[in-house]
């Protein structure tokens, strides 16, 4: 269980699904989409745990032009996951 100030219920194996993708498995859609993006409270704190498990940390965490700071990973399935948090009130 992750300890970054969020909860997440998730079923999902990491095994890939070959009835998607013609047996390849899923993946992220376009360039520079997201599979999901999940709004957290502590980002630095969950790429560190992440980072200690061993994670495929594709940005680290970062703030961005529009008020977000933002950690993106590709998860054992190949999904791209965004996680952000607002840096403004």
């Not at 999940?38 to 200690?52: F, M, N, P, S, Y």
């Not at 498990?53 to 054992?76: F, H, N, S, W």
């Amino acid at each position: 269980m992750l300890s970054a100030g969020w909860r997440a219920v998730t079923r999902t194996s990491c095994v890939p699904d070959a009835s998607d993708s013609g047996g390849e498995g899923r993946t992220a859609g376009a360039d520079g989409s997201y599979a999901a993006y999940i709004h957290i409270t502590g980002v630095d704190a969950l790429a560190a745990e992440l980072r200690a498990r061993g994670a495929e940390i594709l940005d680290e965490p970062e703030d961005r032009v529009y008020g977000q700071r933002e950690l993106v990973i590709r998860d054992c399935n190949g999904l791209v996951l965004a996680f952000g948090e607002r840096t403004t009130s």
